[in-house]
């Protein structure tokens, strides 16, 4: 089964706690993308990527941060610095950098500070 | 700063009416305008629309854009209870990255 999967479900985080969100596809697309939606919001970008070991900063990509080491691979971690993390997280994934190609996403991480 | 307006931002309709959703943008750069389908988790592709007057159709969904007058149209037509969902729409410019409008939320009522 080809797809984007996304782990955990549901994350609890203590205020002051770092969590990595993982998002994995198996899709072989070379570009993948980090969104946070909130109630009553679109989707905001935080980070994306268009080729491995290279990341660019989206619109709110303060208190965040990623890493790309495999093409599959795209975790975002939320710092302690992020000030209002409690959010749905969507990744994406889409086969080229071209702004012709769609992207395909996955079921979502719920992120809630306690 | 690349913007997308969508409009209504809620909408309550009867199974079997007909509805428009709107979105129009200011986007540097045009390149493509999608549409989305996201009903509890993940967003899911409809269209994909990067020329004017060229309407795309999908069973009882349609689209089109205007690229003068910056805006796109989705409509669905006899709708139902499963059509009920918050539809996004969003644009690229130059870069690969979309930018989303709110969405409009569509709840079917039987």
């Known amino acids: 089964d080809g797809g984007i999967t996304q782990s955990p479900k549901y994350l609890f985080r203590k205020e002051g706690q770092n969590v990595t969100l993982s998002c994995e596809q198996n899709?072989?697309?070379?570009?993948m993308y980090w969104y946070r939606q909130d109630p009553g919001q679109g989707l905001r970008l935080i980070y994306y990527?268009?080729?491995?070991?290279?990341?660019q900063k989206g619109d709110i990509a303060e208190g965040y941060s990623v890493s790309r080491e495999k093409k599959e691979s795209f975790p975002l971690t939320v710092t302690s610095a992020q000030k209002n993390p409690t959010a749905f997280y969507l990744c994406?994934?889409?086969?080229?950098?071209?702004?012709?190609?769609?992207?395909?996403f996955g079921p979502g991480t719920r992120l809630t500070v306690l | 700063e690349d913007k997308v307006v969508q409009s209504p931002l809620s909408l309550v309709v009867h199974e079997g009416d007909t509805v428009t959703l709107n979105c129009s943008y200011e986007v540097t750069n045009f390149r493509s305008l999608l549409w989305y389908k996201q009903e509890k988790k993940a967003p899911t592709f409809l269209f994909m629309l990067t020329s004017s007057g060229i309407e795309k159709k999908s069973g009882r969904l349609s689209s089109i854009l205007d690229k003068k007058e910056l805006f796109s149209i989705l409509n669905i037509t006899a709708t139902q209870t499963g059509d009920s969902a918050i539809y996004l729409c969003a644009v690229s410019g130059t870069a690969s990255k979309l930018t989303f409008g709110t969405g409009t939320r569509l709840q079917v009522t039987l």
């Open positions: 899709l072989n697309h070379d570009a």
């Open positions: 990527s268009q080729i491995v070991n290279d990341f």
């Open positions: 994406a994934s889409s086969s080229g950098t071209s702004s012709y190609n769609e992207q395909f």
